[in-house]
RNA sequence: UGGGAUGUAGCCAAGCGGUAAGGCACGGGACUUUGACUCCCGCAUUCGCAGGUUCAAAUCCUGCCAUCCCAGCCA
């Protein structure tokens, strides 16, 4: 699984290289947008950084799971360094020890290479600069940039003024900077509880931007930090925190989403004033954002805590592992967030592109194969009782070079119950009695009847065959629109098969009043305990899955199949134009 | 008169003064040993609204409207 999982990033073509670049999607789109355009002028002649190569960075805080609104943010920092031709590294920003955990770490990193990007030896934390932004900090209390405040948390919030009304400033806003470097360097020491002094930039009380009215930089924590252990006591804010991680890493673009467009001006504010290596510029974009789901990390942790769903890798959640074990490839979700574009305008894609780009990359490459989801015994009453045969079928129709497997074919068969109808509506062109199909790849029959139990539920359905269509090959002149999956009844083997559907009712369950637990579909899962596939399956582990014709795409459930007990989960329906009458 | 942003089709999205790309969805047709795939055709006389500038405006100007983000010692 891990090998099929490497072999699959390994083929993946934009690999992160850092060396050739890239105009195009690797489906051939074309790539522009206006980061991108921005971006080139920076880098430009008579730009500010003039000559230098794009470097970027993704910097998740390791508190949760990527899903997918993550992987347009990955795509597009990954994505920029590919097409320019530049770096991108992985960065975890941690800069709170109480929410943060080592245990994401493993699993961003997991989801990152799965996408099939990679950050080569630039894998860094925010906390691996603290003694340099340590060291910053001490820079702005030198330039009386910053100080040590006393307000309480209430009374910075009570000072801080409203949306409409500036704030006021705090007492201590112009203690001698001797005393606030004296005062920082003994919180540092550890001398004094959490929330007894924070460290404030000094810049405007007044300012209609809030980030701007004397932003705390630093806070009193006594907390363990999962890389630095008990080093430190105090821990600075992201405000602070970032460009410094940005400037030591050399890092040229800071790209991120949309809310982060008021902290641009605090952003420049410590780029400008503090003595960092490089100057690196923030732009930001709109999230991506998804309809039928919920995205925030809030709500996906409810869901998994109330165990309304089996965990984060429930295939209903949008999360990038929920993704892979539902199915999805990576090649798909990175199309998905190429084609969708980068613009500013906050959106809401519709559920069908993302399943769209699946299928589109599936069709091309998954082994074909026959399940039966619904079964009815289906008997060739003019078929010999000990006669069996065999069709040799390729696993991807019309190229042989991919592969073939055989089909057994004997009296007793499986059909998916909806193929026959009694009585059946106009344009349906399955079995009812007198009708002609074809099993594919076999022969084409007549149905003759059926066979019902005392509550007149259909159980067995009557056909005989045409000898003379071996392999499915209609008579001269015949047409036969059904073509129908089978199964051998003999060397079928029986397997749980799950149907996902959409997790909620409602396109935009992150907006509605209602409590989300109103929301949600309850057939967001349909187990089928009784289905069938080929015996092939058994071994076989495509790590595409498989079409199953007529159905979907199809694909092992890697956590719940065991030896002796097969489980697939539907990654994707197929289209269906059929429409009943 | 708090600040910042955004409005192009049902959903994304190009467009950057020269007369509305593309994709998804949807509808119709052809083909078909998957009602799949593929291939055709259709789908904004109009760009949030109203004025103005111009030979010419989605693009420039003015005003208005709508929506989103910001008042963590979170990121």
């Not at 070079?401 to 009296?411: C, D, Q, V, W």
């Amino acid at each position: 699984m891990k090998e099929k999982r490497e072999q699959e990033t390994k083929r993946l073509p934009g690999v992160v290289t850092g060396i050739t670049p890239r105009e195009e999607t690797f489906t051939g789109n074309k790539i522009s947008h206006f980061i991108l355009d921005a971006i080139r002028q920076d880098l430009g002649p008579g730009g500010p950084m003039e000559g230098r190569k794009v470097h970027t960075r993704f910097p998740p805080e390791p508190n949760g799971f990527l899903h997918i609104g993550h992987a347009k943010a990955i795509v597009i920092d990954f994505g920029t360094a590919e097409i320019l031709g530049g770096l991108c590294n992985l960065r975890m920003d941690d800069t709170n020890p109480v929410k943060e955990d080592e245990a994401y770490v493993r699993a961003i990193k997991e989801d990152i290479h799965w996408l099939g990007y990679d950050w080569e030896d630039r894998f860094y934390h925010a906390s691996d600069f603290f003694e340099e932004m340590y060291f910053f900090a001490e820079e702005l209390i030198e330039k009386e940039l910053a100080f040590v405040c006393e307000q309480t948390p209430e009374e910075v919030r009570e000072s801080r003024g409203t949306l409409t009304k500036p704030g006021t400033e705090s007492p201590w806003r112009y203690r001698p900077k001797e005393e606030s470097l004296d005062i920082f360097r003994r919180m540092r020491a550890g001398e004094f509880p959490d929330g007894r002094y924070t460290l404030r930039a000094r810049i405007d009380m007044a300012s209609g931007n809030i980030n701007l009215r004397d932003p705390v930089i630093y806070r009193i924590q006594h907390e363990s930090h999962h890389q630095t252990g008990d080093d430190w006591c105090i821990y600075p804010m992201y405000d602070f925190a970032h460009p410094i991680e940005d400037a030591m890493e050399g890092v040229t673009h800071s790209l991120c989403s949309l809310e982060f467009e008021d902290h641009r001006p605090l952003f420049d504010w410590m780029v400008a004033n503090l003595s960092l290596p490089t100057k690196p510029k923030q732009y930001e974009f709109a999230r991506l954002d998804i309809n039928y789901t919920v995205m925030s990390k809030r709500k996906l942790r409810a869901l998994v805590e109330e165990g309304l769903v089996d965990g984060w890798d429930d295939p209903r959640l949008p999360t990038l592992s929920a993704l892979r074990r539902r199915g999805y490839t990576p090649r798909a979700i990175r199309d998905f967030c190429e084609r969708n574009g980068v613009s500013k305008v906050p959106s809401m894609v519709d559920i069908k592109f993302l399943e769209h780009c699946l299928r589109e990359d599936l069709n091309l490459r998954a082994p074909r194969a026959m399940a039966v989801l619904d079964p009815v015994k289906l008997t060739i009453t003019n078929y010999p009782e000990d006669q069996t045969e065999t069709f040799t079928v390729d696993n991807l129709p019309g190229q042989p070079e991919a592969g073939r497997h055989t089909l057994s074919f004997s009296r007793h068969l499986l059909i998916e119950r909806d193929d026959f109808m009694e009585d059946p509506p106009g344009r349906y062109y399955r079995l009812f009695p007198g009708n002609q199909v074809r099993l594919r790849a076999a022969y084409i029959i007549r149905c003759t009847g059926c066979v019902k139990d005392e509550e007149g539920r259909v159980i067995e359905v009557l056909a005989e065959y045409d000898p003379e269509t071996r392999g499915g090959t209609a008579r001269e002149g015949e047409k036969i629109r059904g073509t129908l999956h089978w199964l051998d009844q003999a060397t079928a083997v029986q397997a749980e098969v799950r149907l996902y559907n959409n997790l909620f009712t409602v396109e935009a369950p992150d907006d509605d009043e209602r409590d989300y637990h109103e929301l949600l579909n309850p057939d967001s899962r349909i187990t089928l305990e009784n289905a069938w596939v080929e015996p092939w399956l058994q071994e076989d582990r495509s790590h595409l899955g498989y079409q199953f014709m007529r159905l979907g795409y199809f694909i092992h459930d890697h956590k719940d199949t065991t030896p002796d007990r097969l489980v697939f989960n539907r990654s994707v329906k197929l289209r269906d134009s059929y429409r009943p009458e």
